[in-house]
T-cell receptor, first 113, second 114 residues
Framework: GNSVTQMEGPVTLSEEAFLTINCTYTATGYPSLFWYVQYPGEGLQLLLKATKADDKGSNKGFEATYRKETTSFHLEKGSVQVSDSAVYFCALSDNNAGNMLTFGGGTRLMVKP | EPEVTQTPSHQVTQMGQEVILRCVPISNHLYFYWYRQILGQKVEFLVSFYNNEISEKSEIFDDQFSVERPDGSNFTLKIRSTKLEDSAMYFC????????????FGPGTRLTVT
């Protein structure tokens, strides 16, 4: 079956530091890949997505590249802000009829001023 | 901007009681989902719903669970006889229908079973 593995947190960084959150996946076929973010007390918001190999998703300074050869979709940001503190979830959809999402365990990011 | 809404935000119930969690998906969306997140754990898929029937369900979605779209706007999740281990955050999501569309999530209902 499908699975997503992401680095455990919490990740604690100072403001303006570089962020990488690793994500690898196992899937049959050609999944679409997503990063969702959950701010404290809120639901899940789509941060970015990539639908095929070598696609780069980007939004709000965050980027992730769909690497089929390494089955990875690592999240990066060049300079984090305190407002980026949240839990980040990597997820995949195998693009079948239901398009259910399979999530990783989530990584809590804490950014200190 | 259209959004998915869920009510209530927090539900406390006693073990063995029935609960109904309500969701209003985005109006022109065709696919609807329920997920749950036990505290500190992964977000897990429960069920997907399309064209007034279940299209996929997980092992978690046993006979105690049911879903319904009683009218043109609401999408409900019913748990017939709640157990302590049903305590979790339940998220509703909807999707418009093209093959790689994102799912839009509601804010969640926190269910506490005592």
């Amino acid at each position: 079956g499908n699975s997503v593995t992401q680095m455990e947190g919490p990740v604690t960084l100072s403001e303006e530091a570089f962020l990488t959150i690793n994500c690898t996946y196992t899937a049959t076929g050609y999944p679409s890949l997503f990063w969702y973010v959950q701010y404290p007390g809120e639901g899940l918001q789509l941060l970015l997505k990539a639908t095929k190999a070598d696609d780069k998703g980007s939004n709000k300074g965050f980027e992730a590249t769909y690497r089929k050869e390494t089955t990875s979709f690592h999240l990066e940001k060049g300079s984090v802000q305190v407002s980026d503190s949240a839990v980040y979830f990597c997820a995949l959809s195998d693009n079948n009829a239901g398009n259910m999402l399979t999530f990783g365990g989530g990584t809590r990011l804490m950014v200190k001023p | 901007e259209p959004e998915v809404t869920q009510t209530p935000s927090h539900q406390v119930t006693q073990m063995g009681q029935e609960v109904i969690l309500r969701c209003v998906p985005i109006s022109n969306h065709l696919y609807f989902y329920w997920y749950r997140q036990i505290l500190g754990q992964k977000v897990e898929f429960l069920v997907s719903f399309y064209n007034n029937e279940i299209s996929e369900k997980s092992e978690i979605f046993d006979d105690q669970f049911s879903v319904e779209r009683p009218d043109g706007s609401n999408f409900t999740l019913k748990i017939r006889s709640t157990k302590l281990e049903d305590s979790a955050m339940y998220f509703c999501a909807s999707r418009s229908g093209t093959s790689v569309d994102e799912q839009y999530f509601g804010p969640g209902t926190r269910l506490t079973v005592t």
